[in-house]
Nanobody, 120 residues
Framework: QVQLVESGGGLVQAGESLRLSCAAS????????MGWYRQPPGRKRELVAT???????NYADSVKGRFTISRDSAKNTGYLQMNSLKPEDTAVYYC??????????????WGQGTQVTVSS
């Protein structure tokens, strides 16, 4: 079993920054892809950014140039640096990890979510 724990959410004003962290633990052989998703109020969950084990990144158009995803493979931890935050970035942010477990199965896991609120 694998657990993901997010931290770093909060309430900020427009233009400010936040850094989210996602710590993975459990029966991890390798984290293949780490990603951040968000669910704004009343809307569906959407992709924010992903990063592969090789360091390749992908971003939603709405966050390109403002958000940066990174990972520390030695610590099984992922990060999302969010700069120039806008009110429309307000959402619950979820960490996702596609993991190869120690049993060599490949499974996707989700964190519990962390609230990010950006006031205007």
């Amino acid at each position: 079993q694998v657990q993901l724990v997010e931290s770093g959410g909060g309430l900020v004003q427009a233009g400010e920054s936040l850094r989210l962290s996602c710590a993975a633990s459990g029966s991890i052989f390798m984290i293949n892809i780490m990603g951040w998703y968000r669910q704004p109020p009343g809307r569906k969950r959407e992709l924010v950014a992903t990063i592969t084990s090789g360091g390749f990144t992908n971003y939603a158009d709405s966050v390109k140039g403002r958000f940066t995803i990174s990972r520390d493979s030695a610590k099984n931890t992922g990060y999302l640096q969010m700069n120039s935050l806008k009110p429309e970035d307000t959402a619950v942010y979820y960490c996702n990890a596609e993991v190869t477990t120690t049993a060599r199965s490949r499974t996707s896991y989700w964190g519990q979510g962390t609230q990010v609120t950006v006031s205007s």
